[in-house]
């Protein structure tokens, strides 16, 4: 069984939408997660429960066999993932999977005992901004924000992997995310920071310039915006500093997040560097500073 985002509902004389909450989709046969092929990923050595009475699970599937139920706090060994599973092994060598939102993933034999006191013991979910038929802001040049927020999330994910910590994307290509589903993510996989890649606009071109970073919680998010944004001074862009936002994807999130503009796209300045690799990389470098930082 699958949680929906949303579906419709039909009867005889009515058309309507039910809450995704209240409906579940059963897979065929053909199309369940037992087929997945098992790959390793190299840098995860254990797992740490953060939800109580776990199912362990003879195959990848909430259908798969209970072989046992685990407490919180359980430490696991890592064997392998298989879409939203993680093959274990518990201490007392009985192996099987648990998904993957009730564990939290370490580079290290160690317990996670905390949300995260290092970056390589981190999960953080990286969301660019727009996608599909949401452009996002245009440029001067008539290309879109969608396109360059997809580029400096993978750059972002790329380094921080090298750091060893757990990156989920909200999005891998150019596809329509909706706003509620990104911090729902953040969410399932209990993420220990939430970043939005955006990019700025102003009313009239070369109106504004800058890079500027939002937060919503003041407890929950200001530290992790002040520790991003204090790198954010080394970029080639003036730093407008820290403020106030109150958008959806920061303001429904239960995880620590922050929404950054990297630069005005229909800025001349600011786009000639907005679509340079190098810059991209600056930024990537910028996060993985100030993420660490905020880890320490």
Not at 152 to 176: N, P
């Amino acid at each position: 069984m699958k949680k929906l985002v949303g579906a419709r509902y039909f009867s005889k004389k009515t058309v309507a939408w039910v809450k995704s909450a209240y409906i579940t989709e059963k897979k065929t046969s053909d199309n369940t997660t037992e087929n997945i092929q098992p790959t390793v990923d190299s840098s995860i050595k254990s797992l740490t429960l953060h939800d109580d009475n776990v199912k362990l699970r003879s195959s990848p599937s909430i259908g798969g066999h209970i072989k046992a139920t685990l407490s919180k706090k359980s430490q696991l060994t890592y064997l392998a993932t298989a879409g939203d599973w993680y093959k274990v092994q518990t201490k007392d060598g009985k192996t099987g999977y648990v998904a993957n939102w009730t564990a939290t993933p370490s580079t290290s034999n160690k317990p996670v005992t905390t949300n995260a006191n290092d970056l390589a013991e981190a999960t953080i979910v990286l969301d660019a901004g727009h996608g599909g038929n949401d452009s996002g802001a245009l440029s001067q040049k008539k290309t879109y924000e969608k396109t360059f927020t997809l580029q400096i999330v993978k750059k972002v994910a790329a380094k921080l992997r090298q750091g060893g910590a757990h990156v989920v994307l909200t999005r891998k290509s150019d596809k329509y995310v909706g706003l509620s589903p990104r911090p729902a993510l953040a969410k399932k996989v209990h993420a220990d920071a939430f970043i939005s890649i955006h990019l700025d606009s102003s009313p009239e071109n070369n109106q504004a310039s800058g890079t500027t970073t939002y937060y919503y919680g003041k407890s929950k998010d200001k530290p992790l915006a002040n520790a991003l944004n204090k790198q954010l001074d080394h970029l080639p862009l003036d730093n407008r500093g820290v403020e106030f936002g109150n958008f959806l994807v920061l303001r429904d999130n239960k995880q620590p997040a922050v929404l950054l503009e990297l630069g005005y796209i229909n800025d001349s300045n600011d786009y000639k560097h907005i679509h340079s690799s190098s810059y991209q990389t600056e930024i990537a470098n910028d996060i993985y500073k100030g993420l660490t930082r905020y880890f320490k």
